[in-house]
């Protein structure tokens, strides 16, 4: 079985300062990693994914992730955060293999103070 | 484009009603999927299903059951709603592994915020 565990439940920063939202997971197989967003009263978008290949995933909206396989982390940055980023940020891993469900973390609510 | 609706953006039901909520995908998507979506506990997985006719139990299932006749809709019912059950119920959906590269990437509805009084 997969967990995942979001080390911070709200991060508040400052327009134009940097972020780092922490992700760590827990799985004994290999895993699909994504991370997931949602804004003010809608559903969940797809920020990226790490399948296979390069550790450093690109997102959208200029958010990118690392994958740390030794640390089992997947935490997602951005150099330079506007206030539109205010949203809730949701980690998620899934079996690379079988089933194909998404187990989700407890979910980051990101605030950017002016 | 993709696209995941579900019925109600808001509902508010009283004690003990039978409340259906409902999910239409229009991706010909095989798995669909039934999450709730409670604060500091992230989404939890209801019920999911890889086909029509077919349904799995996910991680709490207790108080809620599924349909889905149709490859397009997945419903969720509540045979009596209680007020623990008041929360945001998302559905989403996916193709099968043969469709797409093994990607288990999910598209989301809006969601539903349920309210039982």
């Known amino acids: 079985a997969q967990s995942v565990t979001q080390l911070d439940s709200q991060v508040p920063v400052f327009e134009e300062a940097p972020v780092e939202l922490r992700c760590n997971y827990s799985?004994?197989?290999?895993?699909?990693l994504f991370w997931y967003v949602q804004y003010p009263n809608q559903g969940l978008q797809l920020l990226l994914k790490?399948?296979?290949?390069?550790?450093l995933v690109k997102g959208i909206n200029g958010f990118e992730a690392e994958f740390n396989k030794s640390q089992t982390s997947f935490h997602l940055r951005k150099p330079s955060v506007h206030i539109s980023d205010t949203a809730e940020y949701f980690c998620?891993?899934?079996?690379?293999?079988?089933?194909?469900?998404?187990?989700f973390g407890q979910g980051t609510r990101l605030t950017i103070n002016p | 484009d993709v696209k995941v609706t579900q019925s109600s953006r808001y509902l508010v039901k009283r004690t003990g009603e039978k409340v259906f909520l409902e999910c239409v995908q229009d991706?010909?998507?095989?798995?669909m999927f039934w999450y709730r979506q409670d604060p500091g506990l992230g989404l939890r997985l209801i019920y999911f299903?890889?086909?029509?006719?077919?349904?799995e139990k996910g991680d709490i299932p207790e108080g809620y059951s599924v349909s889905r006749e149709k490859k397009e809709r997945f419903s969720l019912i509540l045979e009596s709603a209680s007020t623990n059950q008041t929360s945001m119920y998302l559905c989403?959906?996916?193709?099968?592994?043969?469709?797409?590269?093994?990607?288990?990437?999910?598209?989301f509805g809006p969601g539903t915020r349920l309210t039982v009084l």
């Open positions: 989403a959906s996916s193709p099968t592994h043969y469709r797409l590269a093994l990607n288990n990437e999910q598209f």
């Open positions: 799985s004994s197989v290999s895993v699909y």
């Open positions: 790490y399948l296979s290949g390069s550790t």
């Open positions: 998620a891993v899934s079996p690379s293999q079988g089933a194909q469900k998404l187990v």
């Open positions: 991706m010909d998507h095989e798995n």
């Open positions: 299903s890889y086909d029509v006719k077919m349904k």
